[in-house]
């Protein structure tokens, strides 16, 4: 059984869905308990494989022992734990790219602007977000000498874009963290992995990649598609081979790597 965190987003439930084809039987925990139940609902109702929904807030590590004991209590032993809960925000993105000599009037447009309390609800969320529920939920899977963790990072850790430091610097810090817990793991049984998506609309870049009016891609947008070689965003289920792979034994002799999926953007030096 797989705790998904985040699961009731695009990405998240897309991800459930895939092992649920595979007959994974998933828990989708997120902040918004009506989006977890109808994700949980409808993946029950399509793939009939048992999903279930819960409300659980990553950064509250008694909601998350609550709903542990619930989860344990009504499902059964968990053994895969996806790390999906995340996302950026405005409070933590800067207006401009690059400072030049022309903006040395409006600087805080730039770096100077930003949001202490936005770039920490960011790092908080994509950082804190994953370590919180790596304590509460891996604990059972060493007592056990079994499991899996996968951890969602970003193609932003490897190579920060302009304007959204926080994202970068936290998912930066997931990879470290991941290779470090594999290390912690690797001889009781745990294996500790992580994804790094390319470039995916979701709901917490859609503003930053389209025009909201015209629904057009942003000349940001378009920058991104140039730089892929593959010329397009990617689609949620494009993630779930990668997934399952590495949640099953297929991979049973990997630990502590990040695989990206990013329809070739890491390779690519933009000539």
């Known amino acids: 059984m797989c705790v998904i965190t985040g699961g009731g987003g695009v990405l998240g439930n897309s991800m459930a869905r895939g092992l649920a084809e595979v007959g994974v039987i998933t828990v989708i925990l997120d902040i918004d308990e009506e989006a977890a139940k109808r994700?949980?609902?409808?993946?029950?109702?399509?793939?009939g494989v048992k999903s279930y929904g819960f409300k659980a807030n990553v950064l509250d590590r008694e909601s998350l022992e609550k709903v542990r004991e619930q989860i344990v209590a009504e499902v059964g032993e968990i053994d895969l734990l996806i790390n999906g809960a995340g996302g950026n925000s405005p409070q933590a993105t800067t207006k401009l790219e690059q400072l030049t000599e022309d903006d040395l009037h409006q600087l805080d447009e730039g770096f100077f602007g930003l949001e202490l309390e936005?770039?920490?609800?960011v790092f908080d969320l994509n950082f804190n977000g994953t370590l919180l529920p790596t304590l509460v939920f891996t604990r059972d899977?060493?007592?056990r000498q079994r499991g899996v963790v996968l951890n969602i990072s970003s193609m932003n850790s490897y190579k920060p874009l302009t304007k959204i430091p926080a994202y970068s610097a936290a998912k930066s810090s997931v990879n470290n963290f991941t290779e470090w817990l594999a290390v912690h793991f690797a001889k009781v049984g745990v294996r500790v992995n992580a994804i790094a998506p390319g470039f995916f609309l979701t709901n917490q870049n859609r503003f930053l990649l389209t025009d909201e009016k015209s629904g057009k891609l942003t000349a940001r947008g378009e920058k991104i598609i140039a730089n892929t070689p593959m010329g397009v965003f990617g689609e949620p289920v494009d993630l779930n081979g990668t997934v399952i792979y590495l949640m099953s034994d297929l991979s049973r002799f990997i630990t502590g790597i990040c695989i990206p999926v990013d329809g070739g953007y890491s390779a690519f030096g933009g000539v």
């Open 39 to 47: 994700s949980a609902s409808q993946i029950s109702a399509d793939t």
């Open 141 to 143: 899977m060493v007592a």
């Open 118 to 121: 936005g770039f920490q609800k």
